[in-house]
């Protein structure tokens, strides 16, 4: 069964320091997301992307946070100053009749 | 704006027990409800789409049932490996075709 994958599975950096986190979403699918998951908090939608352009993000996606598609399989959203509140997993999905999640990055910020 | 609220917070079973849990949403227009499954420090794991009120869906122990202010994850016998949250989004007709999730219910069923 296909699947959607992410890397690395953690990530650990000072604050102030960019960090790129990848994703292979399933290759027939046309919408990539990211969504974010703060410790025991509920999963939150930070950004789409559709034809490769951004289609909608969400009030936590600020200048921060940029997303691209440098090649024809691998998704990145890069956080160009991390901040400790970015401290979170980090969900790539991607959606084709469902929407299938990766099984997330680990970022921590110290 | 699209809201999601699941009840109970927390549901600890015995094995074999079987119970329900319950999702209640506000949309504008409904295009789908998902549940996922998700175990601690994991990506959600896609259990099921329902796209409108009536419809049912069974996997193993699990049935989704959806109405137009609600969706239920009946769970049937239960055993200690289905023990992990489950999550419910909605996704909208309108604006963002991202989804909204609920804060989820931590089952646990123990042997």
């Known amino acids: 069964e296909p699947e959607v994958t992410q890397t690395p599975s953690h990530q650990v950096t000072q604050m102030g320091q960019e960090v790129i986190l990848r994703c292979v979403p399933i290759?027939?699918?046309?919408?990539f997301y990211w969504y974010r998951q703060i410790l025991g908090q509920k999963v939150e939608f930070l950004v789409s992307f559709y034809n490769n352009e951004i289609s909608e993000k969400s009030e936590i996606f600020d200048d921060q946070f940029s997303v691209e598609r440098p090649d024809g399989s691998n998704f990145t959203l890069k956080i160009r100053s991390t901040k400790l509140e970015d401290s979170a997993m980090y969900f790539c999905?991607?959606?084709?009749?469902?929407?299938?999640f990766g099984p997330g990055t680990r970022l921590t910020v110290l | 704006e699209d809201q999601v609220t699941q009840s109970p917070e927390a549901l600890r079973l015995q094995e074999g027990e079987s119970s329900s849990l319950n999702c209640s949403y506000t949309v504008s227009g409904l295009r789908g409800l998902f549940w996922y499954r998700q175990d601690p420090g994991k990506g959600p794991e896609f259990l099921f789409t329902?796209?409108?009120a009536g419809e049912e869906k069974e996997k193993e122990r699990l049935k989704a049932t959806l109405t137009k202010k609600e969706s239920f994850l009946h769970i049937t016998a239960p055993k200690p490996e289905d023990s992990a949250t489950y999550l419910c989004a909605v996704q909208g007709t309108t604006g963002r075709r991202a989804l909204t999730f609920g804060s989820g219910t931590r089952l646990q069923v123990q042997p």
């Open positions: 999905a991607s959606s084709g009749l469902a929407k299938y």
């Open positions: 290759s027939n699918h046309l919408y």
């Open positions: 329902l796209y409108s």
